[in-house]
């Protein structure tokens, strides 16, 4: 995939700020759906924990897709690039340990949107948890194994 001539310039402006919640995107690099397999998924979950043991972040809301994950979190302490470089960093280490592969698992940078205080934070907690739904890969949200959500109940997604 060419690296857009611009890319660093969209991050150099990039700001975080502990308190605040954002929705991180993150794909594998060439979109290989390695997290088909759960337990490869498992391992960026593992991740996502030692985070919050950390006390770096809460977790809200996440959902690991076979080529990409989505988190909804917040922020606790640090910048949200270092925490975003560590997790994809030590996830690439433990997976690639766990499949015997070699090489770059992650696409370079990420996305990630700060939710805005007066947005519906369990709105958009469902809209991550229900992507498996609108990928065609589950009926029902129930069926997938790869999320979890902090406060909300498993939904039927719609």
Known sequence: MPHHPRSRNLRSGRYSEPGRIYLVTSTVENRRPIFAE???GRLVVNE?????????VTSLAWVIMPDHIHWL?????GSLAHLIKQVKASSSVSINRASSCKGKLWQQGF????IRQEEDLIQV??????????AGL??????????????I????AT
């Open 48 to 56: 996502f924990r030692r985070a919050e043991l950390q006390g770096k």
């Open 38 to 40: 759960f337990c490869l």
């Open 153 to 156: 109940g498993k939904p039927e």
């Open 125 to 134: 907690a469902r809209y991550v948890i229900a992507n498996p739904v609108r």
């Open 73 to 77: 979190l917040e922020l606790k302490s």
């Open 138 to 151: 589950v009926k029902r949200i129930g069926d997938y194994p790869l999320w979890d959500a902090s406060w």
């Open 111 to 114: 996305h990630n949107r700060a």
